[in-house]
């Protein structure tokens, strides 16, 4: 159904399947509201629930939504690691990112995904129409965020990529991992306290994937004026007021998006594991932006 379409409510009955997100806390959390707006806009029978599960519960709840027959859900924090001993197997991207965002229930089996790397690609392709190939890529951080990153950006055809981060061990684990998976992608590694203004000279994207922004933090080290004028900027955080790395990209004439592309994308490909269809076009995106 087009975007534009006429929209249908659903009626829970009998025969609607249940989707959810787990996590601690989740009231913050957009997917009800943008997962609601493209079941209902493809006319499917499905109803999107927030449930806040603690640590110590994650087990009993996992099992519960197996038991109660939910067709899949998505994990998030603090749960995208702790729920893998709770799943039968996982798919390629959870594997390579080490954290599970989406799950499916397949055949009695729980099958783990990670929707959020590929979503970064969708959207940088969307929104900056930056395509993976032979320029640097500096990623900031070398958590989980930019491990399902790092992984996705090397499956799309990334060349090399620069992982920055505050501690260097932590930089050089995911190099490793990253190296061991994708020996065609060259992946370096730099401290943070040592990005360099050479090392920004030949970067055409800049990519944050911590959440420092989130309250108005800068990234020290990372001084935009010494990127390539036509290098652009992705910034993780979704943040309606904007964070101080977009506000400066902005500044200095550079293209730069917030994480609202990759929040949609990822729902976008989680809508299409629990349904088997595409998810309408530009329904979520829409959704989130009359709130």
């Known amino acids: 159904m087009a ?19 787990v996590g601690d806390p989740v009231r913050h959390s957009l997917s009800p509201i943008m997962q609601n707006a493209a079941f209902a806009a493809s006319l499917l029978n499905y109803v999107y629930v927030p449930f806040a599960v603690s640590p110590g519960n994650l087990g009993q709840a996992v099992a519960g939504l197996k038991a109660l027959g939910a ?7 603090p749960h995208k690691t702790a729920i893998i001993p709770f799943l039968d197997r996982l ?26 790397g590929d979503g970064l690609v969708d959207s940088l392709l969307a929104d900056l129409a930056f395509s993976p ?33 505050r501690s260097l061990e932590n930089a050089v684990a995911v190099k490793q991992d990253m190296n061991v998976r994708y020996p065609e992608t060259v992946i370096d590694v730099v401290g943070q306290n040592q990005l360099c203004r050479e090392h920004l000279r030949l970067t055409s994207l800049l990519l944050n994937t911590t959440s420092l922004g989130m309250n108005g933090e800068r990234i020290e080290g990372v001084h935009l004026s010494c990127l390539p004028g036509d290098a652009k900027v992705y910034d993780m955080v979704y943040s309606c007021s904007g964070t101080p790395l977009l506000m400066e990209a902005s500044a200095s004439g550079l293209q730069a998006v917030n994480g609202l592309g990759m929040l949609v994308a990822q729902g976008e490909r989680a809508f299409e594991i629990w349904t088997g269809q595409k998810a309408p076009e530009g329904v979520m995106r829409l959704a989130l932006s009359s709130i």
Not at 3 to 21: D, H, Q
Not at 71 to 77: E, L, S
Not at 149 to 164: E, H, N, P, Q
């Open 3 to 21: 975007s534009g379409a006429k929209r249908m409510p659903v009626t829970v009955n009998g025969k609607t399947r249940v989707v959810c997100i």
């Open 71 to 77: 067709c899949g859900f998505n994990v998030t924090i």
């Open 91 to 116: 798919d390629e991207s959870a594997h390579a990112a080490g954290a599970v965002n989406t799950v499916q229930l397949c055949d009695s089996s729980l099958v783990g995904y990670n929707t959020d």
């Open 133 to 165: 190939g032979a320029e640097q890529i500096l990623v900031v951080g070398a958590g989980g965020a930019a491990r399902g990153a790092i992984a996705a950006l090397c499956r799309s055809g990334a060349k090399r990529i620069l992982v920055c981060n």
